[in-house]
Nanobody, 120 residues
Framework: QVQLVESGGGLVQAGGSLRLSCAAS????????MGWYRQAPGKQRELVAA???????NHADSVKGRFTISRDNAQNTVYLQMNSLKPEDTAVYYC??????????????WGQGTQVTVSS
């Protein structure tokens, strides 16, 4: 079993910055893909950014140029640096990890979510 623990959310004014962290722990052979999703009230959960083990990244168009995803493979940790925050970025942010096991089994894990609120 793998646990994902997020931190770094909070309340910030528009134009401000926050940095989210997500640390994975438990029985881990290899974490392939890590990512951040968000869900605003009344909306579906959407991908914000993802990063492969090799460091290739993908950012949603709505956050390109403002958010940056990174990861530390040795620490099994993924980060999301969020700059120039807008009120529309307000949401619960969830960490996601696709974990591979030595047997070849692959499983998908989610964190508990961290609230990000951007005031205008």
């Amino acid at each position: 079993q793998v646990q994902l623990v997020e931190s770094g959310g909070g309340l910030v004014q528009a134009g401000g910055s926050l940095r989210l962290s997500c640390a994975a722990s438990g029985t881990i052979f290899r974490i392939n893909l890590m990512g951040w999703y968000r869900q605003a009230p009344g909306k579906q959960r959407e991908l914000v950014a993802a990063i492969t083990r090799g460091g290739s990244t993908n950012h949603a168009d709505s956050v390109k140029g403002r958010f940056t995803i990174s990861r530390d493979n040795a620490q099994n940790t993924v980060y999301l640096q969020m700059n120039s925050l807008k009120p529309e970025d307000t949401a619960v942010y969830y960490c996601n990890a696709i974990v591979a096991y030595e047997s070849g089994y692959v499983n998908n894990y989610w964190g508990q979510g961290t609230q990000v609120t951007v005031s205008s």
